[in-house]
C-alpha cells in the first residue's frame, strides 16, 4: 500500500484538529474555613494553679468529642493548661489528631494569624479559657464577641470564613 504526501497531511490535519479536547480554565472551588473555639470544660477543684477537669468536665469533653465526630478537622490547638488538653482529648483521640498548644498569655492576634495563615480550607478546634476565647473569636471573625463569666461553660463559637473572606458567626452549645 502506498500512502501519498497529500493523504498524509490529511491524516495529520485530522488528527490535530479533532483529537484532544480544548482545555478551558476553570475557577478554583471556593475555599471556606471554619474554626470552632469553646473554653475548656468544668475544672476540679484541686491544684488551683492548673486544675484538671471535675466529672462533669470529663462528660462535657466527651460530649463535645461525640458532637464534632462527623466533622472533619484538620487540626486542634488547646492552651498549655492542663484542663484545656483534657477537653481537647477525646476529640483528638477521636479524629486521630495531636493537640498543638499555643500560649494563652500570647495576644490572640498572633493565634487568629497562625489559624488562618495554617488552616485555610480546613476546620480547627481551638480550646481557650473564659478570659481569652471572646478574643480569640473576635480575632478570628472581625467581629464583637460579649464575655464570658466564670461560671460560663459548654459555649461553642463556630466561625466560618467565606472563599470572599466574610465572616459568618453561629454561637452554639456543647
Known amino acids: 500500500m502506498r500512502i501519498t504526501m497529500t493523504a498524509l497531511l490529511l491524516l495529520f490535519l485530522a488528527a490535530c484538529s479533532g483529537g484532544a479536547p480544548e482545555r478551558r480554565a476553570t475557577a478554583p472551588?471556593?475555599?471556606?474555613?471554619?474554626?470552632?473555639?469553646?473554653?475548656?470544660?468544668?475544672?476540679?477543684?484541686?491544684?488551683?494553679?492548673?486544675?484538671?477537669?471535675?466529672?462533669?468536665?470529663?462528660?462535657?469533653?466527651?460530649?463535645?468529642?461525640?458532637?464534632?465526630?462527623?466533622?472533619?478537622?484538620?487540626?486542634?490547638?488547646?492552651?498549655?493548661?492542663?484542663?484545656?488538653?483534657?477537653?481537647?482529648?477525646?476529640?483528638?483521640?477521636?479524629?486521630?489528631?495531636?493537640?498543638?498548644?499555643?500560649?494563652?498569655?500570647?495576644?490572640?492576634?498572633?493565634?487568629?494569624?497562625v489559624l488562618h495563615t495554617r488552616h485555610a480550607g480546613g476546620t480547627v478546634l481551638v480550646v481557650g479559657h473564659s478570659n481569652t476565647v471572646p478574643g480569640i473569636v473576635a480575632a478570628l471573625c472581625a467581629c464583637q464577641v460579649a464575655p464570658l463569666d466564670e461560671d460560663d461553660y459548654g459555649d461553642l463559637y463556630e466561625v466560618r470564613i467565606g472563599a470572599d473572606g466574610g465572616a459568618e458567626l453561629r454561637h452554639l452549645d456543647y
Open 29 to 113: 472551588e471556593p475555599i471556606e474555613t471554619t474554626f470552632i473555639v469553646v473554653r475548656h470544660a468544668e475544672k476540679s477543684a484541686e491544684d488551683p494553679r492548673d486544675p484538671s477537669l471535675d466529672a462533669s468536665g470529663g462528660r462535657r469533653a466527651s460530649a463535645l468529642a461525640a458532637q464534632l465526630a462527623e466533622r472533619p478537622l484538620s487540626a486542634i490547638y488547646a492552651s498549655t493548661t492542663r484542663r484545656a488538653r483534657q477537653t481537647a482529648a477525646p476529640t483528638a483521640e477521636r479524629q486521630g489528631l495531636e493537640i498543638r498548644q499555643y500560649d494563652p498569655a500570647r495576644p490572640v492576634s498572633e493565634l487568629a494569624t
